[in-house]
Protein backbone atom coordinates (compact mmCIF):
# COMPACT_ATOMS: atom_id res chain seq x y z
CA UNK A 1 0.00 0.00 0.00
CA UNK A 2 2.52 2.29 0.71
CA UNK A 3 4.83 1.59 -2.47
CA UNK A 4 1.83 1.91 -4.44
CA UNK A 5 0.85 5.12 -2.57
CA UNK A 6 4.62 6.48 -3.03
CA UNK A 7 4.89 5.84 -7.04
CA UNK A 8 1.46 7.52 -7.73
CA UNK A 9 2.07 10.61 -5.59
CA UNK A 10 5.23 11.28 -5.31
CA UNK A 11 6.50 10.05 -8.45
CA UNK A 12 3.55 10.46 -10.79
CA UNK A 13 2.65 6.58 -11.91
CA UNK A 14 -0.91 6.06 -12.83
CA UNK A 15 -2.89 3.41 -11.39
CA UNK A 16 -1.90 1.29 -14.62
CA UNK A 17 1.88 2.06 -14.19
CA UNK A 18 2.01 0.92 -11.12
CA UNK A 19 -0.03 -1.91 -11.43
CA UNK A 20 2.40 -2.99 -14.33
CA UNK A 21 5.08 -2.49 -11.69
CA UNK A 22 3.81 -4.56 -9.22
CA UNK A 23 2.34 -7.43 -11.51
CA UNK A 24 -1.68 -6.27 -9.66
CA UNK A 25 -4.80 -5.63 -11.50
CA UNK A 26 -5.36 -2.02 -11.78
CA UNK A 27 -8.39 -2.32 -9.59
CA UNK A 28 -6.46 -3.65 -6.52
CA UNK A 29 -4.23 -0.28 -6.95
CA UNK A 30 -6.81 1.70 -6.97
CA UNK A 31 -8.15 0.04 -3.65
CA UNK A 32 -4.83 0.18 -2.04
CA UNK A 33 -4.47 3.92 -2.67
CA UNK A 34 -8.30 4.47 -1.44
CA UNK A 35 -6.72 2.14 1.33
CA UNK A 36 -3.56 4.80 2.03
CA UNK A 37 -6.44 7.92 2.04
CA UNK A 38 -8.70 6.44 4.66
CA UNK A 39 -6.11 5.27 6.96
CA UNK A 40 -4.05 8.49 7.00
CA UNK A 41 -1.10 7.17 5.27
CA UNK A 42 -1.98 9.98 2.02
CA UNK A 43 -3.13 13.00 3.32
CA UNK A 44 -4.55 15.64 0.55
CA UNK A 45 -4.18 19.48 1.12
CA UNK A 46 -5.12 22.00 -1.33
CA UNK A 47 -3.23 25.47 -0.95
CA UNK A 48 -5.77 27.78 -2.15
CA UNK A 49 -7.62 30.55 0.08
CA UNK A 50 -10.78 30.01 -1.02
CA UNK A 51 -13.46 27.59 0.49
CA UNK A 52 -15.47 25.61 -1.74
CA UNK A 53 -19.03 27.18 -2.83
CA UNK A 54 -16.73 30.53 -1.82
CA UNK A 55 -19.43 32.66 -4.11
CA UNK A 56 -22.33 30.74 -2.77
CA UNK A 57 -20.67 31.28 0.30
CA UNK A 58 -20.57 35.05 -0.25
CA UNK A 59 -23.93 35.87 -1.89
CA UNK A 60 -25.47 34.14 2.03
CA UNK A 61 -23.62 36.50 3.73
CA UNK A 62 -24.50 39.49 1.58
CA UNK A 63 -28.15 38.09 1.76
CA UNK A 64 -28.43 37.38 5.48
CA UNK A 65 -25.77 39.81 7.14
CA UNK A 66 -23.57 36.77 8.05
CA UNK A 67 -19.80 36.75 8.85
CA UNK A 68 -18.89 33.42 7.43
CA UNK A 69 -20.21 30.59 5.65
CA UNK A 70 -19.26 27.34 5.46
CA UNK A 71 -20.96 24.70 3.00
CA UNK A 72 -20.49 21.04 2.41
CA UNK A 73 -21.56 19.57 -1.05
CA UNK A 74 -24.92 17.36 -1.00
CA UNK A 75 -24.17 14.14 -2.44
CA UNK A 76 -26.17 11.74 -3.36
CA UNK A 77 -25.11 9.11 -0.97
CA UNK A 78 -26.88 10.15 2.65
CA UNK A 79 -23.94 8.51 4.44
CA UNK A 80 -21.52 10.78 2.48
CA UNK A 81 -23.57 13.71 2.41
CA UNK A 82 -23.44 13.33 6.58
CA UNK A 83 -19.57 12.89 6.71
CA UNK A 84 -19.34 15.64 4.59
CA UNK A 85 -21.41 18.11 6.29
CA UNK A 86 -19.98 16.77 9.75
CA UNK A 87 -16.04 17.48 8.61
CA UNK A 88 -17.47 20.77 7.35
CA UNK A 89 -18.88 21.65 10.48
CA UNK A 90 -16.10 20.62 12.45
CA UNK A 91 -13.50 23.13 10.75
CA UNK A 92 -16.56 25.69 11.33
CA UNK A 93 -16.28 24.75 14.91
CA UNK A 94 -12.73 25.13 15.15
CA UNK A 95 -13.00 28.63 13.71
CA UNK A 96 -15.44 29.66 15.92
CA UNK A 97 -13.49 28.87 19.01
CA UNK A 98 -10.54 30.78 18.11
CA UNK A 99 -12.77 33.72 19.42
CA UNK A 100 -14.64 32.74 21.66
CA UNK A 101 -13.70 32.70 25.61
CA UNK A 102 -16.75 31.15 27.01
CA UNK A 103 -18.46 28.76 24.39
CA UNK A 104 -22.65 27.82 25.03
CA UNK A 105 -23.70 24.44 23.55
CA UNK A 106 -27.19 23.46 22.62
CA UNK A 107 -29.45 20.80 21.57
CA UNK A 108 -28.76 19.37 18.41
CA UNK A 109 -27.68 15.72 16.44
CA UNK A 110 -25.37 17.72 13.57
CA UNK A 111 -23.67 19.68 16.42
CA UNK A 112 -23.39 16.27 17.96
CA UNK A 113 -21.50 14.68 14.81
CA UNK A 114 -19.63 17.75 13.76
CA UNK A 115 -18.07 17.84 17.31
CA UNK A 116 -16.67 14.27 16.98
CA UNK A 117 -14.52 15.50 14.22
CA UNK A 118 -12.93 18.67 15.91
CA UNK A 119 -9.29 17.97 15.59
CA UNK A 120 -7.93 17.51 18.96
CA UNK A 121 -5.90 19.82 21.16
CA UNK A 122 -3.43 18.64 23.57
CA UNK A 123 -2.69 22.37 25.28
CA UNK A 124 -5.12 24.14 27.38
CA UNK A 125 -3.08 27.16 27.24
CA UNK A 126 -3.40 29.73 29.78
CA UNK A 127 -7.04 30.48 29.64
CA UNK A 128 -8.82 27.09 28.78
CA UNK A 129 -12.37 27.89 27.10
CA UNK A 130 -15.48 27.41 28.85
CA UNK A 131 -17.94 25.64 27.85
CA UNK A 132 -21.79 25.86 29.14
CA UNK A 133 -25.02 23.91 27.93
CA UNK A 134 -27.54 26.25 26.92
CA UNK A 135 -30.50 24.46 28.30
CA UNK A 136 -30.77 21.49 30.51
CA UNK A 137 -30.96 17.86 29.80
CA UNK A 138 -32.77 14.76 28.71
CA UNK A 139 -32.93 12.09 31.28
CA UNK A 140 -31.71 8.35 30.48
CA UNK A 141 -29.96 6.86 28.38
CA UNK A 142 -27.58 9.16 26.92
CA UNK A 143 -27.83 9.65 23.07
CA UNK A 144 -24.59 12.09 22.13
CA UNK A 145 -26.94 14.70 22.20
CA UNK A 146 -27.21 16.43 25.27
CA UNK A 147 -26.21 20.19 25.62
CA UNK A 148 -24.38 19.15 28.79
CA UNK A 149 -23.13 15.73 27.24
CA UNK A 150 -22.17 17.43 24.10
CA UNK A 151 -20.23 20.54 26.47
CA UNK A 152 -18.19 18.41 27.97
CA UNK A 153 -16.96 15.79 25.08
CA UNK A 154 -16.12 18.93 23.19
CA UNK A 155 -14.42 20.88 26.35
CA UNK A 156 -12.33 17.43 26.05
CA UNK A 157 -11.56 17.73 22.59
CA UNK A 158 -9.77 20.90 22.67
CA UNK A 159 -8.81 21.12 26.40
CA UNK A 160 -10.97 23.16 27.82
CA UNK A 161 -14.03 22.83 30.38
CA UNK A 162 -16.90 22.43 31.08
CA UNK A 163 -19.72 23.65 33.66
CA UNK A 164 -22.65 21.63 34.37
CA UNK A 165 -26.47 22.32 33.89
CA UNK A 166 -28.10 20.13 36.27
CA UNK A 167 -31.72 20.46 35.33
CA UNK A 168 -34.21 18.80 32.78
CA UNK A 169 -34.51 20.14 29.09
CA UNK A 170 -37.95 20.69 29.78
CA UNK A 171 -39.63 20.20 33.27
CA UNK A 172 -42.78 18.18 33.65
CA UNK A 173 -44.96 21.40 34.15
CA UNK A 174 -44.44 25.05 33.86
CA UNK A 175 -44.80 25.63 37.58
CA UNK A 176 -41.52 22.77 38.12
CA UNK A 177 -39.90 24.59 35.42
CA UNK A 178 -40.67 27.85 37.46
CA UNK A 179 -39.07 25.84 41.07
CA UNK A 180 -35.87 24.53 39.58
CA UNK A 181 -35.23 27.47 37.67
CA UNK A 182 -34.76 29.59 41.33
CA UNK A 183 -32.20 26.86 42.13
CA UNK A 184 -29.23 28.25 42.69
CA UNK A 185 -26.93 25.71 41.05
CA UNK A 186 -29.61 26.12 38.00
CA UNK A 187 -29.92 30.06 38.04
CA UNK A 188 -26.00 30.40 38.13
CA UNK A 189 -25.98 27.48 34.80
CA UNK A 190 -28.31 30.25 32.99
CA UNK A 191 -26.54 33.16 34.33
CA UNK A 192 -23.24 31.88 32.84
CA UNK A 193 -24.82 30.36 29.72
CA UNK A 194 -26.38 34.17 29.16
CA UNK A 195 -22.45 35.56 29.22
CA UNK A 196 -21.19 33.49 26.44
CA UNK A 197 -19.40 35.43 23.57
CA UNK A 198 -20.32 32.31 21.23
CA UNK A 199 -22.70 30.08 20.92
CA UNK A 200 -23.34 26.36 18.95
CA UNK A 201 -26.26 25.28 17.94
CA UNK A 202 -28.97 23.53 15.51
CA UNK A 203 -31.97 23.96 14.62
CA UNK A 204 -35.33 21.62 14.26
CA UNK A 205 -38.36 22.40 11.58
CA UNK A 206 -41.47 21.62 12.20
CA UNK A 207 -41.06 17.71 10.92
CA UNK A 208 -42.00 15.81 13.90
CA UNK A 209 -40.45 12.25 12.52
CA UNK A 210 -37.03 13.90 12.60
CA UNK A 211 -37.35 15.94 15.49
CA UNK A 212 -35.13 15.57 19.24
CA UNK A 213 -38.63 16.38 20.74
CA UNK A 214 -41.29 14.23 19.12
CA UNK A 215 -41.10 11.80 22.31
CA UNK A 216 -41.39 14.51 24.68
CA UNK A 217 -44.16 16.29 23.91
CA UNK A 218 -47.71 15.82 23.51
CA UNK A 219 -49.92 15.61 21.00
CA UNK A 220 -52.16 18.64 22.26
CA UNK A 221 -48.62 20.56 22.66
CA UNK A 222 -47.59 19.80 18.76
CA UNK A 223 -51.36 21.04 17.97
CA UNK A 224 -50.99 24.24 20.26
CA UNK A 225 -47.08 24.79 18.51
CA UNK A 226 -48.98 24.50 15.37
CA UNK A 227 -51.91 26.71 16.19
CA UNK A 228 -49.63 29.91 17.14
CA UNK A 229 -47.66 29.87 13.90
CA UNK A 230 -43.81 28.14 15.37
CA UNK A 231 -42.07 27.09 11.99
CA UNK A 232 -38.68 25.79 14.01
CA UNK A 233 -36.83 26.02 17.00
CA UNK A 234 -33.47 25.98 18.62
CA UNK A 235 -32.93 24.05 21.86
CA UNK A 236 -36.68 23.62 22.20
CA UNK A 237 -37.38 27.92 21.83
CA UNK A 238 -40.23 27.50 19.52
CA UNK A 239 -40.12 31.04 17.08
CA UNK A 240 -42.83 32.25 13.98
CA UNK A 241 -42.78 32.92 10.80
CA UNK A 242 -41.35 36.42 12.23
CA UNK A 243 -38.75 35.00 14.26
CA UNK A 244 -40.63 35.95 17.47
CA UNK A 245 -40.42 33.31 20.28
CA UNK A 246 -43.74 31.53 20.52
CA UNK A 247 -45.56 31.67 24.08
CA UNK A 248 -46.84 28.32 24.56
CA UNK A 249 -47.63 24.97 27.16
CA UNK A 250 -43.84 24.00 25.69
CA UNK A 251 -41.91 27.19 26.00
CA UNK A 252 -43.07 27.86 30.12
CA UNK A 253 -41.64 23.97 30.48
CA UNK A 254 -37.88 24.99 28.90
CA UNK A 255 -35.46 25.49 31.37
CA UNK A 256 -32.93 26.78 29.52
CA UNK A 257 -32.00 30.37 27.47
CA UNK A 258 -34.66 32.47 25.60
CA UNK A 259 -34.61 33.26 21.90
CA UNK A 260 -33.80 37.06 23.58
CA UNK A 261 -30.43 35.36 25.57
CA UNK A 262 -29.38 34.16 22.81
CA UNK A 263 -28.97 37.32 20.51
CA UNK A 264 -26.69 38.73 23.05
CA UNK A 265 -23.81 36.81 22.31
CA UNK A 266 -21.39 37.73 19.35
CA UNK A 267 -20.85 34.84 17.61
CA UNK A 268 -23.63 32.76 16.91
CA UNK A 269 -23.08 29.15 14.65
CA UNK A 270 -25.89 27.30 14.03
CA UNK A 271 -25.51 23.99 11.53
CA UNK A 272 -28.37 23.19 9.88
CA UNK A 273 -29.36 21.49 6.62
CA UNK A 274 -31.61 19.65 4.26
CA UNK A 275 -35.15 20.33 3.04
CA UNK A 276 -37.69 20.00 6.36
CA UNK A 277 -35.52 22.86 7.91
CA UNK A 278 -35.43 25.03 4.92
CA UNK A 279 -38.23 27.43 5.98
CA UNK A 280 -37.20 27.67 9.51
CA UNK A 281 -33.67 28.20 8.75
CA UNK A 282 -34.94 31.13 6.16
CA UNK A 283 -36.67 33.13 8.85
CA UNK A 284 -33.93 32.37 11.54
CA UNK A 285 -31.03 33.96 9.39
CA UNK A 286 -33.29 36.94 8.50
CA UNK A 287 -33.59 37.91 11.55
CA UNK A 288 -30.48 37.64 12.72
CA UNK A 289 -30.59 34.63 15.21
CA UNK A 290 -27.03 33.42 13.83
CA UNK A 291 -23.99 35.14 12.79
CA UNK A 292 -22.99 32.42 11.08
CA UNK A 293 -23.45 29.33 9.40
CA UNK A 294 -22.84 25.60 8.15
CA UNK A 295 -24.89 24.11 5.74
CA UNK A 296 -24.76 21.79 2.47
CA UNK A 297 -24.80 23.21 -0.92
CA UNK A 298 -28.46 22.02 -1.79
CA UNK A 299 -29.72 23.92 1.05
CA UNK A 300 -27.49 27.47 0.60
CA UNK A 301 -29.05 27.34 -2.96
CA UNK A 302 -32.84 26.92 -1.27
CA UNK A 303 -31.91 29.73 1.10
CA UNK A 304 -31.43 32.58 -1.69
CA UNK A 305 -34.25 31.25 -4.19
Not at 27 to 46: D, F, H, P, S, W
Not at 199 to 216: A, E, H, I, P, R
Request: charged fraction near 20%; glycine fraction near 10%; hydrophobic fraction near 45%.
Amino acid sequence: MIDAARLHYEHGLTHQEVADEFGLSRIKVTRLLAQARATGVVEIRINAPEEPFADLADRLCERYRLSTVWIAPTLPDAARATTALDQVGAAAIGRMLEGGSLVGVSLSSTLGRAIEQVTPREHAGASPIGFVPMAGSWGGWQQGINPAELAQRLARRVGGRAFSFPAPLLAPSPEFAATLTALPEVSDALKLARAADTLLFGLGGLDWTTSQLQDSLSDQEKRQLVERGAVGDIGARFFDTRGRQVTSDVDRRVIGLSLDDMSHASQRLVLAAGKSKLKALRIALSVGIATALCTDSATARGLLD
